[in-house]
């Protein structure tokens, strides 16, 4: 069975960095593509970023130029780096994975989900 661990949330002021860590296990983790989505209060669960099995990437609009998601095969992780946090930035966030050689961007492209971890930008 495939299990995600988020790690790295916390409360951050605006124009701070947080990095997020997911780790996989029970599953071959070079074979999955994996992502980032989010949820705010009230608002929908909204993709972030994605990195394919080739480490090809796909970033958010809304983030883009500010969060960069990587992967380290060997650790079983996926990390998504944060800069430039700003207030809406606040969310729940949470990992993915599914064995896909695409790269999805919704939230039906993925069958693994971890529990999410809390992020927290105050102005």
């Known amino acids: 069975q495939v299990q995600l661990v988020e790690s790295g949330g916390g409360l951050v002021q605006a124009g701070g960095s947080l990095r997020l860590s997911c780790v996989v296990s029970g599953g071959t983790f070079s074979y999955t593509a994996m992502g980032w989505f989010r949820q705010a209060p009230g608002k929908e669960r909204e993709f972030v970023a994605a990195?394919?099995?080739?480490?090809?990437?796909n970033i958010a609009n809304s983030v883009k130029g500010r969060f960069t998601i990587s992967r380290d095969n060997a650790k079983n992780t996926v990390l998504l780096q944060m800069n430039s946090l700003k207030p809406e930035d606040t969310a729940v966030y949470y990992c993915?994975?599914?064995?896909?050689?695409?790269?999805?961007?919704?939230?039906?492209?993925?069958?693994?989900w971890g529990q999410g971890t809390q992020v927290t930008v105050s102005s």
């Open positions: 990195i394919s099995r080739s480490a090809s990437t």
């Open positions: 993915a994975g599914d064995y896909r050689l695409a790269l999805p961007t919704t939230i039906d492209g993925y069958r693994f």
